[in-house]
């Protein structure tokens, strides 16, 4: 991958579009189809380099489009920017900010920025087809992230970029939690964020520079999107592969429509009808109560991103619009791919670990207990035959950090609201807060501080807004280590730094928690962890923690009845509803979801079998606006049926946004399920082989779920639990 804009490939290529073979150019292929005028003065003008670029409908040029520099909006979720600068294609589909080869005079806001064309023609005549409107993000991302500034560096390095439906598909995915179709619908493409999720949509437009070609307008087949992570005698990277053939799929049925004379041709009538928005706003950041329907080209693509299953009902798949969607496709397309129909729109990409020299030692391999931090970083358990490591991805896939090799094995994974992170060291039984900040390697552990009460074997860890909190294996007892996150000098010192550590249910241990497998905290700082021993989940309540040694503590809650069944991660909304992941073995025998609602604390069991795709649930996770997603294993050993699937409350009953067999993404086994402030799913690939030879693989399916507050522990501590950043 070139970390470029301007590709020698690319400029030959339009050099030779621009040979005047007579008063006509028959275009070559990438540049367009069909008899096209000379290029303009400015164009020629500007051959050298500039802030440039060419509008495409396929290959074919859009003539008299309108091109649009925007900054990103500030003020909410597809708020508002500002337009920069204004022009119109050439018949050759160039466009220019420049004037006689001087950049146009524009101020540049410290802003991310992005191109829409709106209008023009595509199809060889000299019509206005209102229904076009593609777009790109321009930006290009580096080992420290794309820069917040990313207008005044588009003016100065002046890049020559391509906008057709690859990069329009590309950037409305990326960035769907963040874009308005109402204002869309009204003429202004906007994208926007909250003023405290800026974070969040920097970290989306670095994934989408990562994986799509700015200069060509395609999209890499893999690549690595970070330096490669030096670990003892082996260097490592992430190699990441998106989901470029269905890419190509959506931007080919886009393309009908932009290459069609007028907006209401069969095709664009036909992606117009099919592709519906949402029926329920709780699948996206915006809060509209309803949609209008697409009347361009960038709508329909967010409808099909939003709404992946076509559904016109919540819960209920088209599948005869995703048909007639497909067939769309020419039979020779402008973007070739090879796929068959989906079963979803959704679009993945799949991060595998690599050895780029020395040694055979992979560092991805059977994750589990996924989680992220408050920078968007994803960290993760990596299982091989002989250790246990924490690592860690920045928010677009880079290996930052790989491998506690001097701690291995680790056991439990979880946060502090500051971002810390902890995880309990099995040989040693001891309790170690990571620095983010610090390559997690042996060089490091001076760094990690400690907790050496010999009982600490954590399954799974959580925080709240002054507390750890971990199961501790085979003892029935949940530990408290307290005003962990407030102390600095335990992460500042140079020696290991014993924290105080409590047993918040002392004499009342638990016979269910020898298994226990998923820890929640939530508003109220009341503990939530569930016992697959005895198909039970328990409540410790707040007040029973204990602030000294000398504390006592009141008898845990149980919840059962039937209700559960082998409970194996546990999650908690906004409104403190408790959510429970069952495995396979009760009714419905596939596994299935348990709801404690905070009004009532009488479970809630979905008795639908196979919701949404439901098979061996194993991980559940709540995104921004209470939708619940659960990643699920599969029964057998090949793990037939592991799937990802989205659920949500519509009218008080549980509805499923996913189709019957979850969203279809490359899997192995899926565990821990987390979302990030991008609205990006991570799912860890727990049936990977636990081979230190064999490389195992994390999914992220790009910004489908709605943004949520991270660590979860900062969501608790200012009660934006399951909340929008």
């Not at 600068?85 to 001087?102: I, K, R």
């Amino acid at each position: 991958m070139s970390s470029s804009y301007l590709q020698p490939g690319l400029l030959l290529r339009r050099a030779i579009c621009y040979l005047a073979i007579s008063s006509t150019l028959l275009l070559a292929a990438g540049c367009g189809i069909g008899s096209v005028s000379a290029p303009s003065a400015d164009a020629l003008a500007d051959s050298g380099g500039g802030f440039s670029g060419f509008a495409h409908g396929g290959q074919n040029p859009i003539s008299g489009g309108t091109v649009r520099l925007w900054t990103v909006g500030a003020t909410g979720y597809g708020s508002a920017g500002t337009l920069l600068a204004t022009t119109t294609t050439d018949t050759n589909g160039y466009f220019s900010f420049l004037t006689a080869g001087v950049p146009t005079n524009y101020t540049c806001p410290n802003a991310l920025v992005y191109l829409t064309i709106n209008g023009g023609d595509a199809s060889g005549g000299n019509g206005n087809n209102t229904a076009i409107a593609l777009m790109t993000i321009l930006g290009t991302p580096t080992t420290t992230g794309v820069s917040q500034d990313l207008c005044a560096t588009v003016k100065t390095n002046r890049p020559t970029v391509m906008v057709n439906e690859v990069t329009t598909v590309a950037s409305i995915y990326a960035l769907q939690q963040f874009f308005n179709a109402l204002a869309e619908a009204g003429g202004t493409p906007q994208i926007g964020t909250s003023s405290t999720n800026s974070m969040g949509l920097t970290n989306a437009v670095n994934t989408l520079s990562s994986f799509l070609d700015l200069a060509n307008g395609v999209i890499y087949p893999n690549y690595q999107p970070y330096g490669a992570q030096v670990i003892s005698t082996s260097n490592h990277n992430i190699t990441v592969t998106p989901e470029y053939n269905k890419i190509y799929m959506i931007a080919d049925i886009l393309a009908t429509c932009v290459n069609s004379a007028l907006p209401t041709s069969d095709a664009c009538t036909t992606l117009f009808n099919d592709a519906v928005p949402p029926p329920v706003a709780a699948a996206t950041s915006q809060s509209a109560a309803s949609f209008p329907a697409a009347t361009d080209t960038m709508m329909a693509a967010y409808y099909l991103a939003t709404n992946p299953i076509n559904a016109t009902t919540a819960g209920t798949p088209d599948n005869t619009k995703m048909a007639e969607l497909y067939n769309l496709v020419t039979p020779q397309p402008p973007f070739a791919f090879t796929a068959p129909q989906p079963t979803d729109w959704t679009i993945g990409l799949t991060y595998a670990s690599s050895v780029v020299s020395g040694g055979s030692t992979y560092v991805l391999s059977a994750p589990t207990n996924l989680a992220i931090d408050g920078s968007g970083n994803v960290w993760y358990l990596s299982n091989t035959s002989s250790n246990v490591a924490v690592s860690e991805l920045n928010p677009y896939g880079g290996l930052t950090n790989a491998g506690v090799t001097s701690l291995v094995p680790m056991q439990g994974l979880g946060f502090d609201f500051a971002s810390f992170a902890y995880s309990a060291r099995i040989s040693s039984k001891v309790l170690y807060a990571l620095k983010a900040s610090v390559a997690l390697q042996a060089a490091a552990q001076p760094e990690d501080s400690a907790n050496s009460n010999a009982t600490v074997l954590a399954s799974a860890i959580a925080g709240d807004a002054t507390n750890i909190f971990f199961p501790v294996i085979s003892s029935g007892t949940v530990f408290q280590v307290p005003a962990v996150a407030q102390t600095s000098t335990p992460f500042t010192s140079t020696t290991v730094t014993v924290f105080p550590q409590y047993a918040v249910n002392s004499g009342h241990a638990i016979t269910g928690l020898t298994n226990a497998s998923g820890i929640a905290i939530d508003h109220a700082s009341n503990i939530w962890v569930g016992g697959t021993s005895s198909n039970t989940l328990y409540q410790i309540a707040y007040n029973a923690y204990p602030s000294s040694t000398s504390s006592t503590s009141s008898t845990p809650v149980p919840y059962t009845g039937g209700a559960f069944n082998l409970p194996t991660s546990v999650a908690v909304d906004h409104g403190n509803n408790v959510w429970v992941a069952n495995g396979v073995g009760g009714s419905p025998v596939d596994g299935f979801i348990t709801e404690l609602p905070s009004a009532t604390s009488t479970p809630v069991k979905d008795t639908v079998a196979n919701h949404g795709g439901i098979n061996n649930p194993a991980g559940v996770a709540v995104d921004g606006a209470g939708n619940i997603w659960v990643a699920s294993a599969g029964q057998t050993a090949a793990f037939t049926g592991q799937t990802v699937s989205e659920l949500s409350l519509v009218g008080g009953a549980l509805t499923a946004f996913s189709p019957s067999n979850g969203f279809a993404h490359t899997y192995t086994g899926p565990g821990s399920i987390a979302v990030d402030a991008s609205g990006n799913v991570w799912v860890a690939n727990a049936g990977g082989v636990a081979t230190a030879t064999v490389p195992g693989s994390i999914t992220e399916i790009l910004g489908a779920a709605v943004p949520v507050v991270t660590p979860i522990a900062l969501g608790v501590k200012n009660n934006k639990l399951g909340s929008l950043p």
